[in-house]
C-alpha cells in the first residue's frame, strides 16, 4: 500500500509570491491534516479536512488556507508568502474517525527567500 | 490550552547505554498520549501510543507508561543503537479531534 505522498519535496519562493502544496493520502483514508515544522516554533497543526470539509483549525492567519477534493487529495496555499513561513510541511493522513492513527508524509521544505 | 513539554537535547549516548527522554503533558480532559520519531529528511512516524491511564505503549525496545497522576509519559529504551539516533517527538491528543499537540522535540545521538 502506497503512503502518504506530498509535492513537490522542495521548494523555493520569493517574498510576496504564493505557493500550493499538494498531499495524496494513503487509499482510503478520507482525513488530510497539514503541520507546519520550524526549528523555533517546532510543529504546530494548521488545519484538518475530512470529506471536503474544514473540520478543524489552527491559529494561523488568513493567509493559510486549503482544501481537500473529492479524491481526498488535499491542496495548502500560502499567499504573500514571508520569510518566517520558510518550514517543513507535513500532511497526515488517517481514515477519518476520530482517534484513527494518522500517517505522515515526507513533508514539503518550502524556503522562502 | 493543551501542550507538551520535553527535555531539551542533544541527548548523546554509547551504543547499548540506557535511554530515558522524558515528557510532561497539560491538559484539561483526557488525551491519548504519543511518542513519533523522525530521521533525518524524513517525516514523521508512529513509535507508540498509549490512550489511557496506566496504558504501556512499547515498539522495537521503546516502552513509555501513561502516568496520570504526575502528568507523565516518559520514553525509555534499555540499549540503544546507533540506527536510534532521530529526533524524538512527544505528543498527545484529544479525545474529541485529530488535532495532534507536539512537544519541542528531542535529539538523540547514539555513538558507536
Known amino acids: 500500500k502506497a503512503g502518504v505522498t506530498q509535492t513537490p519535496r522542495y521548494l523555493i519562493k520569493t517574498r510576496g509570491q504564493q505557493v500550493t502544496l499538494s498531499c495524496s493520502p494513503i487509499s482510503g483514508h478520507r482525513s488530510v491534516s497539514w503541520y507546519q515544522q520550524t526549528p523555533g516554533q517546532g510543529l504546530q497543526f494548521l488545519f484538518e479536512y475530512f470529506s471536503e470539509t474544514q473540520r478543524n483549525k489552527g491559529n494561523f492567519p488568513g493567509r493559510f488556507s486549503g482544501r481537500q477534493f473529492s479524491n481526498s487529495r488535499s491542496e495548502m496555499n500560502v499567499s504573500t508568502l514571508e520569510l518566517g513561513d520558510s518550514a517543513l510541511y507535513l500532511c497526515?493522513?488517517?481514515?477519518?474517525?476520530?482517534?484513527?492513527?494518522?500517517?505522515f508524509g515526507p513533508g514539503t521544505r518550502l524556503t522562502v527567500l | 490550552g493543551n501542550s507538551v513539554t520535553q527535555m531539551e537535547g542533544p541527548v548523546t549516548l554509547s551504543e547499548e547505554a540506557f535511554l530515558t527522554i522524558n515528557c510532561t503533558y497539560t491538559a484539561t480532559g483526557y488525551p491519548s498520549l504519543f511518542w513519533y520519531v523522525q530521521y533525518p529528511g524524513e517525516g514523521l512516524q508512529l513509535l507508540l501510543k498509549?490512550?489511557?491511564?496506566?496504558d504501556k505503549g512499547s515498539n522495537k525496545g521503546f516502552e513509555a507508561t501513561y502516568r496520570k497522576e504526575t502528568t507523565s509519559f516518559h520514553l525509555e529504551k534499555g540499549s540503544v543503537q546507533v540506527s536510534d539516533s532521530a529526533v524524538y517527538f512527544c505528543?498527545?491528543?484529544?479525545?474529541?479531534?485529530?488535532?495532534?499537540?507536539f512537544g519541542a522535540g528531542t535529539i538523540l545521538r547514539v555513538k558507536s
Open positions: 505528543a498527545l491528543r484529544m479525545e474529541y479531534g485529530n488535532k495532534l499537540v
Open positions: 497526515a493522513s488517517s481514515r477519518g474517525g476520530v482517534g484513527n492513527e494518522q500517517f
Open positions: 498509549a490512550t489511557k491511564a496506566d
